[in-house]
C-alpha cells in the first residue's frame, strides 16, 4: 500500500526520517530533520496543504562555526511558520533539499506525528489541538493511552548515569529507537487502528511499555 500510494508524514523531530529509513521508503516529505516550536508545528498541523504549497523563505543563515543553524519560513505575516534546519550548513542547502522533497509530497496521503514528554505544562491544550487533525496520526505521550495515543513510562526525561557521566533519556530517543518494538509501523501510517504490538514488554534495554 506504502509503495503504490506514498505517505507524507509531518513530524515534529526526526521521526518521520527515521521511519522512512526503516521502511526503505523515499522521503515522501519535506518535513524531514527539522526542529520545530510547538506553536509553529501546530499551526502546520491545522492546515498542512496550505502551507506546503507555499515557498520556503530564509528567516536566518546557518553558522556552523558558531553553532549556529538556519531557519526557513513558509507564508507571511500570521499565516506563517518557522522551522529550524538542524541538520544542514547553510539555507541553500535546507531549500535544495525541501525542494526535492517537496516534489514528492502526495496530499491524498498525509500522517501527522507529535509528542510530548513529562515536563511540558501545555500538553493538555497541544493534546486537544491534536483531536481536531483530520488526518491519520499518531501521538507520543506519557499520559493516559487514548485514541491515536501511545503513551509510554520512557517519554519521561529522567538522568541515566553512563559510565562517569550522566545522560538525559526522553521521548524523542525512544521514538527514534524502539517505537517500532512496540508498534506496527506499517499498520500504524496505512490507518489500522490495531497496530500495537502484544505482548511488548519493558527491558534492561528498552523500558517502553503499553500502559
Known sequence: QLIENPVTILSDDCWGGVIYHYLGLPFSSPCVNILWEKEEYFKLMQAPLMYLEKELIMVREGDLRNGIWPVGQLGEGSESVKMQFVHSINFDDAKVQWDKRKERINKNNLFIKMGFNGFDD????????FKKVPYK????????????????ERFLIRPIRMGRSVEYYS?????RNYSYL?????????GDKDYLREGYKENKEQKGRIL
Request: charged fraction near 30%; hydrophobic fraction near 45%; include cysteine.
Open 182 to 190: 512496540g508498534i506496527d509501523i506499517l499498520k500504524l501510517l496505512v
Open 171 to 175: 521521548y524523542m530517543d525512544w521514538c
Open 137 to 152: 496520526k499518531v501521538c507520543f505521550f506519557n499520559g493516559e493511552r487514548g485514541e491515536n495515543i501511545f503513551a509510554s
Open 122 to 129: 501545555r500538553k493538555d491544550i497541544w493534546l486537544e489541538e
